[in-house]
């Protein structure tokens, strides 16, 4: 398939504010709110310099209804439904006459902008005009294949757009009209599938924008198909991302979550890959040295990542599912950093010092920290204590914990004494 590009039409303004539009009336522009920020359940969209209300309650994945607004008067701010707080606030250029979709985007705590222009001219018979966007601040430069709706590889993928960093946009391509399927990996790694929708139908003479949105574990992203001046579709994540990990002080652990293996025959203490898998209620089929393990069938919510936490006696271990939090840093000189305690025979509370400053405290066997921000450091000392011990169970000096970096220190083993204990710190992303 030959793709054109077309011009690109994407002006950055503030806050990443993309421009669009078409008619209304002689001396207003139009704008409407699209909630594509993911946890933020309720958006409120306000204009002008007395910050009137003009759309309000507005749930994730919907779009509002077209409101005027004054040119010479153009403040736009999105505003927490509940609190009415001010999440962004932007005053673009607006041109009367002319259609505008605000879309609201990041995570809640960390809202951002993106403002489009619908005036894109309408492509011929037989053809489709297709911009995508990637606003989606967590996963990385994406990027995206196109294929029949019947194939399952990207053996024969037309390449759409390749390395869109968040923020940014592809520019408008040509594309024949028709339904097809489209798979999003992180830029040049067609093994790491970040999204598929398997099925888009890119109309006749029609003109969309594929906008690639955030998850809630970081690294997965949601979709939605907003036609130009049209309606919007959700197109969403199916799957979640799930490891194992063994705090088995010995043994052999295979772990399936339906049909997807997850571990197979690995010596414990083990950290496993994350593994995408169907979201939803999924049987675990574990074995440790050879004995069945009875583990509860977990429900897994799409675009979340999990760790599956195996601990305790290997004669008759614990498993629990935890939820992992893989999204950066929200500033560009920050790290994440938490500890995850999968001991198997001591069971006092852990703390995290990083430089003799506690990161997370109070860490009960089985569980982990929620993760804290840190400004970033460089030949440091990583040190993990027991409330029952002064002498620190894990100790790591010249360590470097770097900028928009996610961390975890894991804690696996017996854990009765240092020697005992396997414990490492995992870039993990």
Known sequence: MRLKSLAMGLSLVATLALVAGCGGSDDKAKVRLLNASIGSTSLDLAVGDDETVVTSGLAYATVGDYENVDPSDSLLEIQNSTSGATLVSTTPTLSTSDKYTLIAYGVSGSVKSALITETEDTPDSGKSKLQILNLAPDAGSLDVYETATTDTTLADAATLASSISSGSGSGYLSIKSGTYRLVITAAGETSDV?????????????VSTLILTGSNGGLLVNGMQLVQKGSLTNLPNSYARVRVVSGLSSGSISTSLGSTQLLSSSTSPAIGAYTKVTAGTTAVSMTVNGASVTVSAPTLVAGYDYTLLVYGDAAAPTATLLTDDNKLPTSSTYAKIRLLNGLSTNTAEMTLYVDYSAKASGVAQGYASTPVQMTATTDSL????????????????????????VYTVFLLGDGTSASTVSASLVKER
Do not use: H
Request: proline fraction near 5%; avoid cysteine; hydrophobic fraction near 35%.
């Open 382 to 405: 990583v040190t993990v204590n027991s409330t029952a011990s002064s002498t620190p169970l894990f100790s790591q000096t010249d360590t470097d914990i770097l900028a928009q970096g």
């Open 194 to 206: 970040r999204l598929e929708i398997a099925s888009i139908t890119l109309p006749d003479k029609g």
